[in-house]
């Protein structure tokens, strides 16, 4: 019974033109948009590898110059001297600390183009480090990217749409419906066979589509982690897919012509996907204003201000600010006043820290408040979910943060250590290095389960609306 | 004749109970939109105007220390949120607020507003310029594409045409009626904009920002009367109501969400922009030229001498640290000019390519101008960097031009209040309506443009109407 | 085979069909005549649930058709006044999926074409798509899917309007075969000719009754009008 109603369906879609018009524009904008997504992860790959290898071919020529140094026993200033760990730790040593695209970026550009993705980290204060960003042109920020989760949050739902809001309609317009329903066959099963049929269609070619774009844009799928990652992102295309086909099966369900179908679904779709997580923006960015950054920075400025007054003296302030012109024994010069930026430098932390956490605390609440609102619809859990997915959303770029964070720590006291040992390096093997710990695939899972179960559980409702409603279909009048 | 079509398809239109939900759907998004504006607007311009106080008062109270300690403190310049950025946000969310102008370095402005915010931010704002630009074009779509195809379909336009009514007369007296409807929704909300800008009074300069705020109010009329147009002319040439509606829902469709995404990317295609490591390494590779400062400085020696008729630099009566200090700001911002200006061009020529792309799209000009007008797209964001570095580097100017003077090499120095007191207060106004149109005059084209042409496609197409 | 005990149809304060009792059995043809809104329609609609009844209760073959939609399907064929196929499918294409959906899915082309000569359709016109085809041979094709699905009760809806008297004349044919197959038909007409023609019983609905039943062989063709106009009038 399925069977035939899938084969017929199959039959009665493939002779309409116009499905097939649907199919390429979908299949043009999934190739394009994967491609474009392999472009940016590519840019990205290509600037951490530039990083890298500047890293490298710095710490080359210091590592050279140490030799030369030692051999002519020459004297160099302490600001440029390559053993220096101040001088090390500030300018001449410093490393990046670099958040590698996952192997499925490609699939969602998510919050990558707009949030840091490599710090170069010195002993400079943290939040001067931690303020840096990508170039990118503020327009295009704006404007979006077109890429493969764009395609599937806005366009996949308006072409389930197109081809499903006329199920039932059609054939009750043309005629067909009554011939089909005096034969042994339940409207339910009719429906089903149709949609199931949809649901097929859209799910193979998006997965061989998106698969083939991948592939031509570079993207290893062999690689480790890729598998559990695609899989779950079918999971959520799948799932994203089947609350729209219930959405439009509920709407048939009414029985009203498909030209009021249609309009019913677009005014939907209208509200779940460009109202709705606009207006959400906007409603929460104004009942729950961010902390403001400028308070934050003056805040700062206040706590530095106080920790330096009570630091040193002017003179070793001066000297602080330019070594160069200090004269007399420029070593123990060098020496003692290192120790005293150091301590200044300790101070100064120790004021600013309580600003800066309560500062993270604020935002991290509004984050949370604002991210309880994201159930109202689900372009916005589809976003979440498949940010997570590809690993440009905003929980792992936190984790990284973190790391960051941590790594500065590290970063500081190894050289303080060897400022107050009053060492001199020799070579840079030793210094701390940076490699960021992925979250485990679980870890990942479980964050997009729980935007798929958002996006789940409301299916699942109005399908059973469907299922109850199909039973009052007016088949006549 | 014009007005009796006018005033029939008004009152179908208010008899209409899916128009009344819709024009009250629609009024309260704007009222809304300006609302979460207008307090936006408020908190951040406070926010900044109070740390630009406190930043200069700061400075003023820095205790005596050598002029390049202050050099190295340096100040804070906050980015000023402009009055009309109440409609349209534009790329504020996506600029730094805050630059740290201190000695040696051009700071880039950082705390970009939605780095701070959830994913949620990347499907836009609903401004009063989203509305007026997204919803209120598809609230037009609704209440016309039956205009002339749904009379077609019930057989009115056919009596219509055989009492003898010109068809000119018809898609005049129509696009009358829709414009009445229309202006129901558009002038209360109109009304509530200006109101929420009178009630930003109590931060000066309402009345240098009404040129602006005329102009925006043209730029969206225009755009109202394009959609009129396409509208209308898209319901007289398709054959049914259902085919004028898809085609005006995928127009609005590939207008409001395709067009600016794909011209970005062909934007960007054809002038990428640096990765800021390749950015950086450039700048770092061109600033270190020990070099090149070291001939420098020695020709600058020659012309001290020269200058005061001497035989050695300790007989010239100035600091040369202080002349050097200025030597070494002057080259570095040389070196700034042309990387930084690179950037920006590069930035702007992918503006220029974006606001081409509105020969596609028609609401790819009116965003332009929107956000040009509003004082809230990159040229106007350049602008303030330039204001802001400019204002740094006079700092720099006065705080070395001391050291040269007032200081004698080898003895410490310590300046004092009367000194930060030379360096004025940092004072930026908006530029003039008048600039910010010469700098989107590609977009003020493209909108006459496309206002002619779709004048011009309705009138064709309904000249073309067929009964049935 | 087909019966309708007390069965009626309100909606909110309008009786489309009131208590109606009737029995077709097999071989039989009964016709009914009446206006339109006499409730022909809406007794046809019952018999395929697709309104449910207000208070009693159609069967077909015995069985329920409230409680058994799926089953008494099975047993039941229906040619509504126009027949609607999928214009992009062939009259045989058409034939081989509703049979499919009846429960016959494994019959050969052969067999399919036999069906639609049996209820005489070109040979040729059986490949053609359905858009091609009149009015008339689309009702053939409803009439084949009726012999493919071998159902035991046929409902029809206006067979004859719109036909002209040749096609009509087939169609006649037809259902004499039929009936001598045993086959109980239900026929909504307004063609007072073709049901002495074809029926055997005549029944009168007027305003949702069935107000005089009559067999054919009792009256002739001026007496049948007479009546029929009679109970028209008051």
Redesign the interface.
């Known amino acids: 019974m399925l069977n035939t109603i899938l084969r017929h369906e199959w039959r009665s879609l493939s002779a309409d033109a116009s499905v097939w018009i649907v199919v390429a524009v979908f299949a043009g904008a999934i190739g394009y948009g994967t491609l474009n997504g392999a472009r940016w992860v590519a840019f990205q790959q290509e600037a951490i590898a530039e990083a890298q290898q500047e890293e490298a071919e710095r710490y080359q020529r210091h590592q050279t110059e140490i030799v030369r140094i030692n051999r002519e026993n020459a004297t160099v200033s302490a600001f440029s001297d390559p053993r220096n760990p101040d001088a090390v730790g500030r300018a001449l040593g410093a490393r990046y600390a670099v958040l590698p695209p996952t192997p499925v970026a490609a699939l969602s550009v998510g919050q990558s183009d707009l949030l840091p993705y490599y710090f170069r980290m010195t002993t400079d204060a943290k939040e001067t480090i931690l303020a840096a960003a990508e170039l990118e042109n503020p327009h295009r920020l704006l404007a979006g990217r077109f890429d493969l989760a764009f395609v599937i949050i806005y366009l996949y739902p308006l072409l389930i749409l197109a081809l499903t809001y006329n199920v039932l309609s059609s054939e009750k317009e043309q005629g067909t419906l009554v011939l089909t329903l005096s034969q042994p066959v339940s409207l339910r099963t009719l429906v089903a066979g149709k949609v199931l049929l949809r649901f097929v269609l859209f799910m193979g070619a998006v997965g061989f589509l998106a698969l083939m774009a991948l592939v031509v844009g570079g993207v290893d799928l062999g690689a480790s982690g890729v598998a559990p990652r695609l899989a779950l992102w079918a999971v959520a295309v799948a799932v994203y897919g089947l609350f729209w086909f219930a959405a439009a099966v509920a709407v048939a369900a009414f029985g009203k012509p498909s030209a009021t179908n249609a309009t019913a679904l677009a005014g939907i779709w209208l509200v779940l996907v460009v109202l709705l997580p606009s207006l959400l923006n906007i409603s929460a960015t104004t009942m729950y204003p961010v902390p403001s950054r400028v308070e934050m920075i003056q805040a700062m400025r206040v706590a530095s201000d106080e920790a330096n007054a009570e630091g040193s003296t002017l003179l070793a302030r001066y000297y602080e600010d330019h070594p160069e012109l200090a004269t007399g024994d420029a070593q123990q010069a060098m020496n003692d006043f290192n120790l005293i930026r150091v301590a200044v430098g300790a101070e100064v932390e120790r004021r600013v820290r309580p600003v800066l956490d309560r500062y993270t605390r604020q935002l991290a609440a509004q984050q949370q408040v604002v991210g309880r609102a994201r159930v109202l619809s689900p372009a916005i859990l589809m976003q979440d979910a498949l940010n997570d997915i590809s690993g440009t959303g905003t929980a792992r770029h936190r984790r990284f943060m973190q790391q960051v964070e941590s790594y500065h720590e590290q970063w500081r006291s190894y050289f303080v250590g060897l400022i107050f040992q009053k060492a001199r390096l020799q070579d840079y093997a030793g210094l701390p290095r940076f490699a960021f710990e992925e979250e485990t695939t679980a870890a990942v899972a479980s964050r997009a389960a729980v935007s798929l179960a958002a996006i789940a559980i409301p299916t699942v409702l109005i399908a059973a609306f469907a299922y109850t409603s199909i039973r009052r279909y007016p088949l006549v009048g | 004749m014009v007005m009796t079509i006018a005033r029939k398809e008004l009152r179908e239109m208010l008899r209409d109970g899916r128009f009344r939900a819709l024009a009250v759907t629609v009024f309260a998004l704007s009222v809304v939109s300006f609302a979460a504006g207008w307090k936006h607007y408020t908190d951040v311009e406070r926010q900044h105007l109070q740390a630009q106080e406190a930043t200069r008062a700061q400075w003023l109270n820095q205790p005596a220390k050598n002029p390049h300690s202050a050099a190295h403190y340096g100040m804070y310049a906050f980015k000023p949120k402009s009055r009309l950025s109440l409609v349209d946000t534009g790329v504020d969310p996506y600029v730094g607020v805050a630059a740290w102008l201190e000695a040696h370095k051009q700071n880039e402005f950082r705390y970009r507003p939605a780095q701070d915010r959830t994913a949620i931010q990347r499907f836009g704002e609903l401004t009063a310029a989203e509305g007026f630009l997204v919803i209120l074009p598809l609230f037009i779509v609704l209440m016309s594409f039956a205009t002339f195809a749904g009379e077609r379909e019930q057989g009115t336009l056919r009596q219509l045409l055989g009492l003898g009514v010109a068809r000119r007369d018809l898609v005049t007296g129509k696009a009358f009626g829709v414009a009445a409807a229309l202006a129901l929704v558009v002038v209360p909300a109109t009304l509530v904009g200006v109101a929420t800008l009178a009630f930003t009074s109590e931060f000066s300069g309402l009345r240098d920002d009404m040129p602006r705020a005329v102009l925006v109010a043209i730029v969206y009329l225009t755009f109202f009367a394009t959609c009129v147009a396409i509208c209308l002319g898209v319901s007289a040439w398709a054959r049914t109501s259902r085919a004028a509606l898809v085609v005006l829902l995928a127009f609005w469709f590939v207008n409001s969400l395709i067009v600016t995404r794909a011209a970005a990317d062909l934007a960007a295609w054809l002038r990428p922009t640096p990765s800021a490591i390749e950015f950086q390494r450039g700048l770092e590779r061109d600033l270190a030229a020990p070099e090149e400062m070291r001939l420098r400085l020695e020709r600058r020696r020659q012309e001290l001498m020269r200058q005061y008729n001497v035989q050695t630099m300790d007989a010239v009566p100035i600091n040369f640290s202080g002349i050097s200090l200025q030597e070494g700001e002057e080259r570095a911002n040389d070196v700034f000019d042309a990387h930084y200006g690179r950037l920006f061009e590069t930035h702007e020529a992918q503006n220029r390519t974006l606001q081409w792309a509105g020969l596609a799209a028609p609401m790819i000009p009116v965003r332009s101008l929107s956000m040009a007008l509003a004082g809230t797209d990159f040229a106007h964001h350049r602008d303030f960097v330039k204001a802001a570095e400019s204002y740094r580097r006079g700092i720099q100017r006065v705080l070395n031009d001391d050291i040269a003077r007032n200081s004698k090499p080898g003895v410490a120095y310590v300046a004092g209040p009367a000194l930060w007191a030379k360096v004025p207060e940092f004072a930026y106004t908006l530029p003039s309506a008048g600039w910010a149109l010469r700098q989107t005059a590609p977009s003020l084209l493209l909108l006459v443009a496309w206002c002619v042409a779709s004048v011009w496609f309705a009138s064709r197409a309904t000249r073309r109407l067929a009964a049935d | 085979m087909l019966e309708a005990i007390r069965l009626t149809k309100r909606y909110d304060d309008v009786t489309a069909l009131s208590s109606l009792d009737l029995t077709v059995r097999p071989g039989e043809v009964f016709c009914l005549l009446g206006a339109n809104g006499a409730g022909k329609?809406t007794t046809i609609?019952l018999f395929?649930n697709?309104?449910a009844p207000t208070s009693g209760s159609a069967k077909i073959n015995g069985i329920d058709v409230t409680s058994q939609?799926?089953?008494t399907?099975?047993y039941?064929?229906?040619i509504?006044e126009?027949?609607?196929?999928?214009?992009?499918?062939t009259g045989l294409?058409n034939l081989e999926?509703?049979a499919?959906?009846?429960?016959r899915?494994d019959y050969t082309r052969a067999q399919l074409l036999d069906f639609l000569t049996q209820v005489g359709l070109e040979r040729e016109a059986a490949d053609k798509r359905v858009g091609t085809y009149s009015k008339g041979m689309r009702q053939k094709v409803?009439i084949a899917?009726a012999l493919a699905?071998n159902a035991k009760a046929l409902?029809l809806d206006e067979p004859t309007s719109g036909l002209d008297p040749k096609a009509a004349n087939e169609f006649s044919a037809l259902l004499a075969q039929l009936s001598a197959d045993g086959v109980a038909v239900l026929m909504a007409t307004h063609d007072l000719f073709r049901a002495k023609e074809s029926g055997t019983r005549v029944g009168i609905m007027k305003q949702g009754r069935l107000v005089r039943t009559l067999e054919t062989t009792e009256v002739g063709h001026g007496d049948l009008e007479r009546i029929y106009l009679e109970h028209m009038h008051d």
């Open positions: 329609t609609n395929l697709f309104v939609p799926l089953e399907k099975k039941l064929a229906y509504p126009t027949v609607m196929l999928y214009k992009s499918l294409e999926y509703f499919a959906l009846a429960g899915p409803g899917i699905k409902l």
